[in-house]
Structure formats: structure tokens, C-alpha cells
């Protein structure tokens, strides 16, 4: 066992070679997953809202996008933004941007489903009491439906973002200096420790992925009691 | 063309690797890229008079990187094969290598002859990964995305070779605890001159690459990097054998 | 003229024909109340009023406009319509005085302080005024429900329909509601009445249709109906539910 | 956009060869680590429903640090952490066979039991409780209520979701890519390695994979119209 | 010797102290209707005669045998108790057939054909054999009961325990429920009934008895019950009840 490599490393692993370079290691994973899930919000939730309407060509877009991304590794969405992107747009993007573009694409959609879900769980009532009093269907949307159905998927989001998290460590593809990459960088220096250090960061990864679970179940008890019922 | 953007961002972006002893890695003690390439790039920076900022390629990540505009120079142990001029340009060769074998020392294997059914190590997109194919059909090809990786399944005793240039394989040597546990054998698989990538149809840029290689090599600045890393004190004794080609 | 005079009118799902000619006249304070088996068609039928279903056939008028005219904007038409569901649906994530004020600021355009007065006059009026800082999970089912009321009632409705206002509630609710019901009949509102509540009936009603399988089978006033229904699906039903 | 397409180079001769292998290496890995997944999530699952506190612990504890760690480094680490676990003549034994396949097995299996775990776990939970007293009413004892009431719903509750973790494991077979597994996203990188044409190669293997992801969901969708109408409360 | 005798049970949950010293006999063909406001402990009550609630002090003898002796298999007790739940809980996963015979041929070990058998015949004495083949969820609440009812006379209990069997039904559905419970009264069954349907009580029980926080507060025959309440609690609930 060589746990000193580990200790001597720690600090990369935190934060990668900043201040005196970049900011990577685990600090940058999080940047990752905290503007992945920033981003992915608002796509998925245009998009989920979008397949709700009654509009093909308001629903098919959001149809189309929901169900291909979800259809492809993210893997491979993060190879189409990195190489095959600039192809198409003419222009680069740097790898932990363009690592970020993919996370929020692909969260996007896993959180489109979850806005569409959330929005049909209410029960129909909310929707018809709100437009039998007069309110539009806009309204209605933006002052009894949403803000019930969006606490009602925190849980949710938090479990997205748990899995975002998770995902992060495939910007190693790429060569972005997350997590798993310094280590992997550790790991090629040194050499003699590998399993000392993949299971430092398996624990690094655990700690924060099994807060963040624990409380999302926290929320979704406490939620349940102020669902809407009938 | 590319010479001007580089000198209105005011920094020339280099790929290199992070992973390859000595060519380009992460230094323990300052965490900051370090190597051989790294110091051409430096010294193509300099003549260009911009800063050097350096971006982590791997061998299957460097051309596309260099297609796209990600980055202005692959120096990253990268092969000039005809295939490759395809898609992007090549510099002069600024280091000159061959394809060799890394074994355990007693494992009696003495050329690619020798390998037949048995598990090689090399990398993705590397030319090695095409020549070793080529040497041995019989050999069963195992590719990782980093040398390390590669040695590391050899030392686990997952594959019975390593395979890739020379100079690769002896930093890869001298970075285990028991250098002498291993040795690096058989006749050059393959000639591997390395050249710098660039992209294509950008004659100026690629001309003032050129030169600045060539005025490194007639100054001497050229031998003082590549003693520093290569040298007699150096943990990675190479003599310099072959001359760049130079232009009157 | 009559506040709403319905006219032929018919409804389809699909090729399940809901309502079947129907045709009522309720004019301005009467009360109208309907019974008949599960499934007849009631919802459907007091629903169509506000346009909550669309009808295919026939025509609904309100104070003599027709509420189908192109001109007719629905979300205007449901202000002068408020409605009362069996279920309640209270916005739970509002508190009770939230959940009245909420269409008087956003559709009225009414200033908040006003909208909180209007509102505090008709939770007193239901006889919950003191609740109005709780949130409806706080609430029985009976003070959900006189909520529901005040709620239909603060866009001052020329109509009020009631869908089983009473049927989701514990046998000792049921009176708090009907109370509440009562007095509003006696001040004057029209309403439109699903319940199986015969003694609210015999007590406020001025009419009392059955329905079946879609059609009026049977009206008349409460004396009439519960005394001397004429028709066998009344008697039927009145045995099984008296 | 100044790229010119060359579908040939990638549909036509060996290339099309090393995409067919790739799906193959795809398919097969999937499959083999779905069954293992399997019968661990089950047995996991059910340990975890028992009132034996060792178990209880144990199962959870494997659920949850499976559950909340990322599949690319749970590769890494089975592949190159497990050197200094196993005993030698184990590791010797391993290493002849196809390694990376094994290890690559290994990650995909226990990552998606600790899913399929859970997902047992809720489908059973789902069944209401007085479904279990009315069974118990009548006579039935517990094993009879579990055998002939309670698992045959639970059981038409979790198709569709282990349906979805088949999915995903196919998806994230992907990353085995890593070790040096030759599945179809190790094959579009080595044709893009020796073609340079890394967008034709995608495009086939992302347009392979949506397929087979599709015509799964869509038997999903057929599925829950055609055989969830019975269960319901 | 009574069928069912009840001496001084106690039951806590944690704390709470649901039944208190509560005893009652029960002879062989008779029907006792159990009443009482909501959390009173009728449930429980009930419920500890199959032993689906454990009680913590005093004995429940069937047929003069302790149903908490050692040597009482708990299974064994429980076909000769049937047992009806205001929630149906039918199997959804099993056609109507399917849920009577499941456990005469599990439990009982009865050949196919014969289960099948005696199940018609149980459907038909409920009224609903045309419905043996469809799945429960093809039912009203109504039938589902009925269904229900079949089943757990599937076992040729000695007792049936209702609980609330009307109360989750639409009024026009508790009627063809309460009939076929009348057959069964009639037919002899000994029954124990938690209903607040007063007219099946008037009807067919022999006993009612009244139950407020886990006590019997009243009890005697249904006319003394409705006519002459002694007890304050008591004709304050049937006040709100009638
Ligand atoms: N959206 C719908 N699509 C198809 N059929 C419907 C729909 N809504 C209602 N129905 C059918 O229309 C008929 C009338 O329904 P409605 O809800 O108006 O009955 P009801 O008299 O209010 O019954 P209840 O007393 O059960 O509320 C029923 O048979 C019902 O199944
Ligand atoms: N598992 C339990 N744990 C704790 N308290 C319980 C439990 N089950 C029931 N109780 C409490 O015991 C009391 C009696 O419950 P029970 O269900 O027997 O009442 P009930 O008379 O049947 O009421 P209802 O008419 O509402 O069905 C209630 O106050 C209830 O909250
Ligand atoms: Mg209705
Ligand atoms: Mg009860």
C-alpha cells in the first residue's frame, strides 16, 4: 500500500495545479456539474413544457431532441461537441467549455422528461380550477401549475444532479484536468499506486454524490405532504 | 493567416501530452507541464515573441485538435506519416526515434518474432498501434488512451510488451522504481520522425516553424534542450545521432 | 330574458354521445339542482357552461349572448361563471387568502390591498375568516371546500356551478357546505347545483331536474319530484337514495 | 463548413468490418453484464429486505457506493486497482483470458445491480400494504402472499424501469472503451484514428446506438399501454 | 359456548392507548354492528380477531380456544375468519375467478375444477357469476365488493369480519352491497360489522354497539340503540349521523 502518493497528490486532486495554474481536480468537477445543471434547468425546461403543448410543431422539436439524446452516450455527445462541432459551427470552443455544452445538452433532455412528468403528476383539477376562475392558460401555468410542480421535482433535479456529477469524469475523454483525469495524471507519474488512488477518488465522488442523495430523499419526504391530491 | 491571430491573442496554444515522460507531463513538484516539447513550443512562443499557453492533447485527440483550430501546434510525439499529411501539415522533423519493444527483463522476448499470441500494449491512434500490426499479425493489440496505462497492464502482467518509440518506452522505464527490472529490445519496428502539426494550407506559418527549428539547431539552443532531457545526466541518456535538416 | 338558456345542445367522446338534446332555462336567482345515476352526464352538462368541454351541436346562451360567438373571449366568460369542484383543488402551495385573491390581481388586475379586503369579506361570509393564513393541507375538507366558494365567489360571478360540492367530504362536513350554499341561494345567486343532497334540495332548490344516460328524463319542482316523480328511472333512483 | 463527406471511407471494406465487430463487442458485453446485473441486483434486493441486519447493511452500503460513484473510474479501478487485491495465480488466470472484457464486465454489472437493486426494492414497495393483509386474511402465509400476490405484481411495476437500465447499460458499455474494449465507440475512434474521418464514424455509431435505443423504448411504450392496465388502485 | 368471546383486551401503539379494557361475546349466528366516530378504534378492533393487530393484554377465544394459545397456527385461524376491507383489496393482477380460488387452492390444497366450482357458486350467491372471467379493475366499486365478499367466503369461514365495507362505494353501489350482506345475516352467518349504514343495522343486527376512544360506550338491540340512547357521546354521533 502507498498512501503517501495519495497524501503528497491531494492537493491536485483538489484543486489541480491552481493557483499557480489552472483550476482543476475535484474543485473543477463541481464547476462542471454546478453550470451543467444551471444550464440544463432552462433547456429542460423549455423543452419539457414544449412537449406538453398541443402544437405539433411546438411538441415535435422538443420530441425529436428529448428522444435523441436520450437514445446516445453521453460519451458520444461529448466527442460530437469536442471534434465534430467545430465542423459544423466553423469555430472551437476550449475542451472544458465545450465538455459543459455537452452536460448541459444532455441533462437538458433527462430534465425535460422530468418537467413534463412533474407537470402531468398534478392533478388535472389545479389546471381546471385556475382556468374556471378566469385565469389564462399562461397564468395559470406561470402561478398554480409551475410553482407546484417545480418543488415537486427538486428531488428529481438533485438526482440529475447527482448523476451529472457522475458524468463529469467523462471530460477525461477530452482531456479536461477534472477529477478523474489528475488522478489519472497521478496515476501515469507514479505508477505503483493505482488502486490506492482510483479508490481515493471513488470516496471523493461518494461523499459528495451520497450527501447530495440523502438529501434528496430528505426533500422528497417532506414534500409529499403538500402535494395536491384527488 | 495564423501568425496574425496568434499575435493578436498574444499567445501561442500548444498540445502537448501529459502523460509522457519526458516529452510533456505533469511535474510533481510544481504541477505544471513540463518536458521536451514543451520547451520547443516555448521556444517557438518566444520567437514570435507571445506567450505559451498549453492545452492536454492524447494521440487519438492531437489531429482533430489541430483540424479544428483547437490548438496551433500538436508537439506531441506525433509521427509524420504521408496518411496524416492528408489532414494536416507537418514541420520538420524536430526529433528523430523508432518503434522498439519494453519487456520485463526476464521475460525472453527479444523481437516482435516473438510475440505471436501474446497481449501488446500501445496506444490509441498512435502509429505503433498500425506498425505492431503490421511486424506481428499473430499479436493480440491491447490500446489505451496514455502510455502509462500501457506499461502499467504490462507491469500487472496484462499485456507482455509495451510498443511504441523508443524514447517513450525508456522514460516510461525510468519511471519505475526498478528501471533494471526492464529492458528495451529487438531491431527499430518502424522509423518514427516526429514533426509538429499544424494546420494545412498555411505556408507562412509553417515556414516560420521551420525556421525557428532551424535557428535553434544552428545556435545550439536546439542541443541544450534536448541534453537537458535526453543528456548524460539526464535520466534518459539518448545521443544525439541524426541532423535536422537544414536549409541554406 | 333568462341568465342561461340552454338550447338543443349535444356532446360526443368519440362516438359516445354524453348529452343528447338538451335544452334548460334558468333564470337570474333561481336555483337548479341535478341528480342522476354516475355517469349520466352531469359533470359533462354543467361543465359545458363555462366552456370547460366544448359542445358539437346546440348553443348555450348567457344573459342572451351566445358564449360560443367568436367574439366571446373564454377566459372572460369564466369570471362571470365561477365553479366549485368535487374535489376542492385548492392551490395547495398557496395560503387560503392567496388562493382567493389570486384571479382577482391577475385577471381583474386588482390592487393587492383591495383584492385582500374583497377576499377577508367572503371567508367571512363562509365563516372561515379566521383561517386565512393557513394553508389548505391545514384545513378540514369542509373549510377547503367553503374556501373553494369564497375563491369562485371573489370574481363576482353572475353564476355559480357546483359539481358534488359535498360528495369528498366526512358525513360531519357536509352542513358546514350546505350552509354556505344556503345562504347564498337566499341572497339571490343563480346557481346550477350537481348533488345528491335531497334535503338541500327540498330546502333552496326551485327546480330539480334528473338526468340519465344524457337526456332530462324528468323535472319539476322539489315538491313535485320527491313526492310524485312520474317517470320509472326517477323512482328508481329516488329508492335507491333516500 | 469547408469539409467534404466520404461515407465510403467508412461503410465499405475493413472499416465497415471493425463497425460490425464493434456492435458485436457491444451487444455482447451489454448482454453478458445485464444477466449478471441481474441476478446480483435481485439477490442484493432481496437482502435487503430481509431482517437480518448484516444483510441489511451490507446490501445497502453496496447500493449506495455503487449507486453514487462514477461507472468511467469504477472501470479504471477494477481494471487497474484489482492488481492489488486478488492474489497472484488468480490475477495470472484473469490476465489469459480477455482481461479487459472481464473487468469491463465487472464494472457494468455491479454498477447497474446497485440500479436494478433499488428499482426491485421500489417496485415492491409500490404494492400497497392491504394487498399483503387481504392475501394474509385469507389464509395465505407470507411466502404464499409474496409468491402468488405481492412479486407477480411488483414484477409487471419493474419491467419498464429494468427495461431503461438495460438501455443505459448499453450506453455506458461505451466507456469501456477506455480499457481497451473494441465496442463500436472504440471503433469509430480507431477509424477516425487511421481515416481522419472522425465525422462519418460518429455519425454511424451515434445513428447505431439511437436505433437500438429507440426500438427499445418504443417496445417500452407498447408494453406499458398493453400490459399495465391490469395494475392499478 | 360463544362463538367469538372478547375478554378485556388492551392495545397501545407506542403510547397511544387504542382499545381499553374492551370485552364483548359474540354468539354463534349473530350479527353485531359496531359504531363509533373516526378513530375510535373500530378498525383495530376487528382487526384483532384475525390477528392482523397483536393486542398486548387480555384473550380473544374462537369457539373457546385461545387464538393466542401456542399451539394456534396463525394461517389456520385466519380461514376460519374471513374478513371484508372498505378498500376491496382484490388481487389486480388476477381475473375475478382467480382471486375466489387462489386461496382455496393454495391454501386448502382444493383441486382446480373444484375451487372453480364452489367459486361460481359463491358469485352467483352475490349476484356477479357473469363477471367471473374480467379483471378487477373492469368492476365498479360495487361489484369489486361483491367480489370481495366471494372471496373470503371462499374458505367457509365461521365469522365474517367487515370493516367499513360501504364506505368507499357511490351511494347508488352501497345498496347491492348491503344486500348481499343481508343474505348472508339471513343465511346465518356470524358476523361483526364496523358500518354506519343505520338502516342495514335496523335490519339485520342483533347487536349495536357503540365504540368512542377505544371504549365500548353503549351497546344493546338497534331499537334501543336509535330510540333511546343513554349515553351523551352516542346521541351526539347519531345526531350528525342520521
Ligand atoms: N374525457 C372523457 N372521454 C371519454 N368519455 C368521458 C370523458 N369524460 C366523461 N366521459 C364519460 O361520459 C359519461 C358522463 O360523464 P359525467 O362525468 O358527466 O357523469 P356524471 O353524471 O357526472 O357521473 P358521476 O356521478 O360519476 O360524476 C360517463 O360515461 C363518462 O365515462
Ligand atoms: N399502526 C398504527 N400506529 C399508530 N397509531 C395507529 C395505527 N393504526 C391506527 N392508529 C391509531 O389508532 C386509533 C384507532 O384507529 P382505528 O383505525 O382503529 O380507528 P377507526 O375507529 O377504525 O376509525 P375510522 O372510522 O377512521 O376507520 C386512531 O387514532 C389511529 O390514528
Ligand atoms: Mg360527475
Ligand atoms: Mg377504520
Not at chain 2, 503490421?134 to 500501457?150: C, G, H, I, M, N
Not at chain 2, 526492464?182 to 520522425?193: C, K, L, R, S, T
Not at chain 2, 507562412?204 to 541534453?227: A, V
Request: net charge neutral; hydrophobic share 45%.
Amino acid at each position: 500500500m502507498q498512501w503517501d502518493i495519495v497524501i503528497d497528490n491531494f492537493p491536485y486532486l483538489l484543486w489541480g495545479a491552481y493557483p499557480k495554474g489552472p483550476l482543476g481536480g475535484l474543485a473543477l468537477s463541481i464547476l462542471l456539474s454546478l453550470g451543467g445543471i444551471f444550464g440544463a434547468f432552462w433547456i429542460g425546461l423549455a423543452a419539457g413544457l414544449m412537449r406538453l403543448s398541443k402544437r405539433w410543431f411546438i411538441k415535435l422539436p422538443s420530441v425529436i431532441y428529448i428522444e435523441i439524446i436520450r437514445g446516445v452516450p453521453l460519451l458520444m455527445l461529448i466527442f460530437w461537441f469536442y471534434f465534430l462541432a467545430p465542423i459544423l459551427l466553423g469555430k472551437t470552443l476550449p475542451e472544458a467549455e465545450s465538455a459543459l455544452v455537452a452536460f448541459i445538452v444532455f441533462t437538458g433532455a433527462y430534465i425535460g422528461e422530468i418537467v413534463r412528468a412533474g407537470v402531468i403528476a398534478l392533478p388535472k383539477g389545479q389546471m381546471e380550477a385556475s382556468r374556471a376562475s378566469g385565469l389564462t392558460h399562461l397564468q395559470a401555468m406561470r402561478y398554480v401549475i409551475l410553482p407546484q410542480a417545480l418543488r415537486n421535482m427538486i428531488p428529481s433535479f438533485v438526482n440529475q444532479f447527482v448523476s451529472l456529477t457522475k458524468d463529469t469524469s467523462l471530460a477525461y475523454v477530452i482531456g479536461v484536468v477534472e477529477l478523474t483525469r489528475a488522478a489519472v495524471q497521478v496515476n501515469n507519474r507514479t505508477l505503483s499506486a493505482p488502486m490506492e488512488i482510483y479508490l481515493t477518488i471513488l470516496v471523493m465522488y461518494f461523499v459528495i454524490c451520497y450527501v447530495l442523495t440523502a438529501l434528496s430523499r430528505k426533500l422528497e419526504k417532506k414534500m409529499a405532504r403538500y402535494q395536491a391530491r384527488g | 493567416g495564423r501568425i496574425d491571430d496568434i499575435k493578436a491573442r498574444g499567445a501561442l496554444v500548444c498540445g502537448v501530452k501529459d502523460s509522457v515522460v519526458p516529452f510533456g507531463y505533469v511535474d510533481q513538484a510544481s504541477s505544471q507541464l513540463v518536458g521536451f516539447d514543451v520547451d520547443i513550443c516555448r521556444a517557438i512562443a518566444k520567437d514570435l515573441g507571445v506567450e505559451l499557453q498549453l492545452k492536454t492533447v492524447t494521440s487519438s485527440t492531437r489531429i482533430p485538435m489541430v483540424v479544428n483550430g483547437q490548438v496551433d501546434i500538436a508537439a506531441a510525439t506525433m509521427t509524420h506519416k504521408h496518411a496524416r499529411d492528408e489532414v494536416i501539415d507537418f514541420s520538420l522533423t524536430y526529433f528523430m526515434d523508432g518503434q522498439k519493444l519494453l519487456v520485463a527483463k526476464d521475460s525472453g522476448i527479444k523481437s516482435a518474432a516473438d510475440l505471436a499470441g501474446k497481449k501488446v500494449a500501445t496506444v490509441k491512434g498512435s502509429t505503433s498501434e498500425k506498425n505492431i500490426k503490421t511486424a506481428q499479425p499473430k499479436a493480440r493489440v491491447l490500446s489505451f488512451d496514455e502510455y502509462p496505462q500501457a506499461f502499467l497492464a504490462l507491469k500487472q502482467g496484462k499485456a507482455v510488451a509495451v510498443t511504441t518509440d523508443s524514447t517513450i518506452l525508456l522514460g516510461l522505464k525510468n519511471s519505475a522504481p526498478e528501471p533494471a527490472n526492464w529492458a528495451i529490445v529487438g531491431d527499430y519496428i518502424a522509423a518514427e520522425p516526429y514533426g509538429l502539426g499544424i494546420a494545412e494550407n498555411d505556408s507562412d506559418f509553417r515556414d516560420f516553424i521551420n525556421k525557428t527549428l532551424n535557428d535553434l539547431w544552428r545556435s545550439g539552443e536546439y542541443q541544450k534542450i534536448y541534453n537537458k532531457w535526453f543528456g548524460k545526466d539526464s535520466n534518459y541518456y539518448l545521443p544525439l545521432t541524426w541532423q535536422m535538416e537544414l536549409w541554406p | 330574458m333568462a341568465m342561461i338558456e340552454i338550447k338543443d345542445i349535444n356532446k360526443w367522446y368519440g362516438d359516445f354521445h354524453v348529452l343528447k338534446n338538451v335544452s334548460e332555462k334558468v333564470e337570474q336567482g333561481e336555483v337548479l339542482v341535478i341528480c342522476g345515476p354516475s355517469g349520466s352526464g352531469k359533470s359533462t352538462f354543467i361543465r359545458c357552461i363555462n366552456r370547460l368541454e366544448e359542445i358539437q351541436k346546440g348553443e348555450i346562451l348567457l344573459e342572451g349572448h351566445s358564449i360560443h360567438a367568436d367574439d366571446v373571449n373564454v377566459n372572460d366568460l369564466r369570471t362571470e361563471v365561477g365553479m366549485v369542484f368535487q374535489q376542492f383543488n385548492l392551490y395547495p402551495h398557496l395560503s387560503v387568502l392567496e388562493n382567493v385573491t389570486l384571479a382577482p390581481i391577475k385577471v381583474r388586475k386588482m390592487p393587492k390591498g383591495q383584492a385582500e379586503e374583497l377576499a377577508m369579506k367572503l371567508l367571512e361570509r363562509v365563516g372561515i375568516h379566521d383561517q386565512a393564513s393557513k394553508f389548505p393541507i391545514e384545513l378540514s375538507g369542509g373549510q377547503q371546500q367553503r374556501v373553494a366558494i369564497a375563491r369562485a365567489l371573489a370574481m363576482k360571478p353572475k353564476v355559480m356551478l357546483f359539481d358534488e360540492p359535498t360528495s369528498a367530504l366526512d358525513p360531519e362536513m357536509i352542513n358546514e357546505v350546505l350552509n354556505a350554499m344556503k345562504d347564498l341561494a337566499r341572497e339571490g345567486m343563480t346557481m346550477l347545483c350537481v348533488t345528491h343532497e335531497m334535503g338541500f334540495a327540498r330546502e333552496v332548490a326551485d327546480r330539480v331536474i334528473f338526468m340519465d344516460a344524457g337526456e332530462i328524463v324528468e323535472e319539476g319542482t322539489p315538491e313535485h319530484f320527491f313526492r310524485n316523480p312520474q317517470h320509472e328511472r326517477t323512482k328508481a333512483f329516488l329508492k335507491e337514495i333516500l | 463548413m469547408n469539409y467534404t463527406f466520404d461515407w465510403n471511407k467508412v461503410l465499405s471494406g475493413e472499416h465497415l468490418d471493425w463497425i460490425i465487430s464493434g456492435v458485436g463487442v457491444t451487444l455482447q458485453i451489454s448482454a453478458v453484464s445485464l444477466v449478471i446485473a441481474l441476478l446480483l441486483g435481485t439477490t442484493i434486493a432481496v437482502m435487503r429486505m430481509t431482517k437480518v441486519k448484516p444483510l441489511i447493511w451490507f446490501s445497502a452500503s453496496f447500493t449506495e457506493f455503487f449507486r453514487n460513484t462514477p461507472l468511467l473510474v469504477q472501470i479504471f479501478f477494477w481494471y487497474f486497482g484489482a492488481d492489488s487485491l486478488l492474489p497472484r495465480f488468480v490475477l495470472d488466470w484473469l490476465y489469459e483470458q480477455d482481461f479487459e472484457f472481464c473487468a469491463g464486465v465487472i464494472a457494468l454489472s455491479v454498477y447497474t445491480a446497485s440500479f436494478i437493486a433499488e428499482e426491485i426494492r421500489a417496485g415492491v414497495n409500490s404494492i400497497p400494504k392491504n394487498q399483503l393483509e387481504a392475501s394474509r386474511a385469507c389464509g395465505l402465509s407470507f411466502v404464499q402472499a409474496m409468491r402468488y400476490v405481492i412479486l407477480p405484481q411488483a414484477f409487471r411495476i419493474i419491467v419498464p424501469p429494468m427495461i431503461s437500465q438495460a438501455l443505459n447499460l448499453l450506453k455506458n458499455s461505451s466507456l469501456c472503451m477506455t480499457i481497451g474494449v473494441a465496442e463500436l465507440t472504440y471503433m469509430a475512434r480507431q477509424i477516425e484514428s487511421y481515416t481522419f474521418r472522425g465525422f462519418e464514424a460518429f455519425t454511424v455509431s451515434t445513428l447505431i446506438y439511437l436505433c437500438i435505443s429507440l426500438i427499445v423504448s418504443f417496445s417500452i411504450n407498447f408494453y406499458n399501454k398493453r400490459y399495465l392496465r391490469a395494475v392499478s388502485y
